[in-house]
Antibody, heavy 122, light 110 residues
Framework: EMQLLESGGGWIQPGGSLRLSCAAS????????MGWVRQAPGKGLEWVSG????????FYADSVKGRFTISRDNSKNTVSLQMNSLRAEDTAIYYC???????????????WGQGTLVTVSS | QSVLTQPPSVSGTPGQRVTISCSGS????????VNWYQQLPGTAPKLLIF???RRPSGVPDRFSGSKSGTSASLAISGLQSEDEADYYC???????????FGGGTQLTVL
């Protein structure tokens, strides 16, 4: 069974940094693009970032470009999201998602992790 | 304001058929496959329909998807109380170089 388990969420002050991690199991990690999707409290889904299967290319939403960095370690089956210069509007549940293809240029996400909550507030 | 446009809410009675529309543009739905997600209350989203009209194993055939031009739709027939959830459409946008979602549609089973 494919599984994704996020960690690293929590409360952080505006301007601070946080690193999210996602541990994958149940599939050949190095064959699949990975990504992050977030959901602000009571709001809809927003794609955040994606990375190719070997990490050669990364993609970001305009709202996080220059502040967030996605990376992966295929030897450990993990994908991470380094979040810097955090703002109140970054407050959300962050979901780790597996892509179907090697490229993240798709909206096909399956499965999703259970999510980790990031709260940016003073 | 979401790039893909969905109605905020739809409702139906048990056994009824409902449809949820998703409107986009030539840079997203017009050129890429549409995927649909179901989010039950308090849970993570789940892939419901992929590649416009295909169902993952385990998804009942009461759920179906279609796409035409720059629009797509999700149909749910034989509505059941457990179908109460939020539904999202999604596509890759070549102009934005990122995935885009609809704003979500809340389905209420009366």
């Amino acid at each position: 069974e494919m599984q994704l388990l996020e960690s690293g969420g929590g409360w952080i002050q505006p301007g601070g940094s946080l690193r999210l991690s996602c541990a994958a199991s149940g599939f050949t990690f190095s064959n699949c693009a990975m990504g992050w999707v977030r959901q602000a409290p009571g709001k809809g889904l927003e794609w955040v970032s994606g990375i190719t299967n070997i990490g050669g290319s990364t993609f970001y939403a305009d709202s996080v470009k220059g502040r967030f960095t996605i990376s992966r370690d295929n030897s450990k089956n993990t994908v991470s999201l380094q979040m810097n210069s955090l703002r109140a509007e970054d407050t959300a549940i962050y979901y780790c998602v597996k892509g179907f293809y090697t490229s993240p240029r798709s909206s096909w996400f399956d499965p999703w992790g259970q999510g980790t909550l990031v709260t940016v507030s003073s | 304001q979401s790039v893909l446009t969905q109605p905020p809410s739809v409702s139906g009675t048990p056994g009824q058929r409902v449809t949820i529309s998703c409107s986009g543009s030539s840079s997203n739905i017009g050129t890429d496959d549409v995927n649909w997600y179901q989010q039950l209350p308090g849970t993570a989203p789940k892939l419901l329909i992929f590649s416009n009209n295909r169902r993952p194993s385990g998804v009942p055939d009461r759920f179906s998807g279609s796409k035409s031009g720059t629009s797509a739709s999700l149909a749910i027939s034989g509505l059941q109380s457990e179908d109460e959830a939020d539904y999202y459409c999604a596509a890759w946008d070549d102009s934005l170089n990122g995935a885009v979602f609809g704003g979500g549609t809340q389905l209420t089973v009366l």
